[in-house]
């Protein structure tokens, strides 16, 4: 089985590690993780079963590997520092650090060729998250296949056509939980304020958009149809859309995604 090497064992770098091993991508014994925080490391031993060492100085990557940079973008530079060695074998290396291009990565790597920049976002943690992915040019479509095939491990993944892509799913699925988090917490307050406890309201607002989205899957239906389903003329929901037409919340909502997409670029750059 092919080894994979992740370094940096935080939120993002265990939830791919527990998803390879779980889909059988990689065995526990090919699978090395580089964290530097010595009770992470004993945590993500007891829990994987897999290597889990303070770095990867002692090992070398072959062609067949795959390497995740998981890290914060402000321990990027120095969490490439040194891997030459490492990487002499020419393994593809994959980045799912935030806001930092290839261009940057192979800055950081000395020149390093074989790059894929990636965005998962939060729910692969529980193997429901979205990954958009960019390749270098020097990437064969076989590597690209794995890359595929390793982030479908923890929900839907796909490659997209250019780096600035990448920025722009950033603005769309990276930052998009926090979207529908901040819209729940609100609907959630409202509930409470009408006097729901606060175990019902969340109850309540989960149910009620989980079902909500399983409905717009399982029907195919365009989520304008299905709202103009549940809106009758001059009833409660109407009542409720007439204010967020009001305030102009779509033109929000696309300005708001704008930006998110300029800081994604900014952070690239």
Known sequence: MRPVFIIGGGNMGSALAKALLASSFCSKSALHIAERNSETRLLLSNELGC???ESFSDLEASREAMVFLAVKPLDGRGACHGLEDFLKNMPVFVSIMAGCSIA???EYLGGYPRIVRAMPNLPVQVGCGVTAFSCAPELEPSDKARVLKA???CGAAFEVASEEMVDAATAISGSGPAYLYYFVEYVQ???EALGFTTIEARQMVLA?????LELMKQSGRTANDLRSAVTSPKG????AIAVFESKQIGAIIAEALSAAFKRARELGS
């Open 51 to 53: 290597t889990v060492a």
């Open 104 to 106: 940057r990565l192979r």
């Open 151 to 153: 982030f479908q491990t």
């Open 189 to 191: 307050q409202s509930a």
């Open 208 to 212: 009620t958009f989980e079902g909500a």
């Open 236 to 239: 409660t929901t109407a009542a």
